[in-house]
């Protein structure tokens, strides 16, 4: 009635009418709502309709995946980093409501132009973890498959042991690592050995897969590897912490790189705060894992 285009976000028929799935979706929709930020998709409605169909109404995005732009090859490192920059800022947000994503893979991040430069924007919480749903006869009724994807998966989501959002962290990491090599921290031929490899197995550094090993340098090195420990007591304690990391390498590229501007590299990229030398923040409760199927698919309307 409004007579704007939106996307809609509807769950699978075949799951329609089932109270925990139903439950899932709802708890989905409010959370987006519930966090402010806008590096999330904007909930517009909810609706669950006389008949068991439910869904919800978000702002229409207009742009292409991660996944999609990284088809033309590896990013070049300044651009890799500050998308992990502007990860490191909606999960701030996220990670301080208590909700641990969980999901995050090239498929799930979006980018739009907005002021004529790249924006992050970060979909898909149908299986994160989230406060007041975790562990309810809904949760424990859709377990049917181990949740996450497993390149990005933490060793601890793997094991299946409980995660918070340093497993988000590692996922950031898995991610960074891909955009800037061209390939996933783990290239196996079967799903098991794949599993096996982020449990025990040692990850590459990315300046040994990049042809041209000069461009990520023994910094960058050294924030993929903290983000990808075994250990999640010996990864960035949070995603502050990572972002404090990752600022002061930004701002040295970005004035070095021709055609930047000299200003302060954190004005440049839309950079919101300095972390650096704030107190770490607060850790979610920890949840135990979600198993469960993907359960919802998204198209728009008018």
């Known amino acids: 009635m409004l007579r704007r285009e939106v996307a809609i976000k509807v769950l699978r028929p075949e799951l329609c009418g089932r109270e925990p799935y139903i439950r899932r979706m709802q708890a989905e929709a409010r959370a987006l709502a519930a966090v402010a930020d806008d590096h999330l998709t904007r909930v517009l409605d909810l609706s669950l309709e006389p008949n068991g169909i439910i869904w919800f109404a978000m702002e229409l995005l207009q742009g292409e995946t991660l996944s999609s732009a990284c088809q033309r090859g590896p990013l070049g490192t300044l651009r890799a980093l500050e998308i992990a920059v502007q990860l490191c800022d909606v999960l701030e947000h996220v990670h301080a409501a208590g909700i641990v994503h969980r999901d995050i893979k090239p498929e799930n991040v979006f980018l739009v132009e907005r002021e004529g430069r790249e924006f992050v924007k970060l979909l898909d919480f149908s299986v994160a973890y989230i406060p007041g749903f975790e562990g309810s006869a809904g949760e424990s009724a859709t377990r049917e498959a181990v949740i996450g994807t497993p390149p990005y998966m933490a060793p601890e989501q793997v094991t299946g042991e409980q995660v918070d959002h340093r497993a988000d962290v590692y996922a950031i990491g898995a991610l960074l690592f891909e955009l800037l090599t061209g390939a996933q921290v783990f290239e196996r031929t079967t799903l098991i050995e794949l599993l096996s490899a982020v449990t025990v197995a040692k990850p590459p550094r990315p300046s040994e897969l990049r042809a041209l090993a000069s461009h990520v340098s023994r910094e960058v090195d050294q924030v993929v590897a903290r983000c990808l420990e075994k250990d999640p007591d010996s990864r960035f304690a949070d995603v502050c912490a990572l972002r404090a990391a990752l600022v002061p390498i930004i701002a040295r590229m970005a004035q070095a790189e ?36 993907p359960s919802a698919c998204v198209g728009h309307a008018s």
């Open 258 to 293: 021709p055609g930047r501007p000299k200003a302060a590299a954190r004005a440049w990229f839309g950079l919101r705060r300095d972390h650096a030398n704030e107190k770490p923040m607060a850790r979610p409760d920890r949840g135990r894992l979600w198993l469960g199927v």
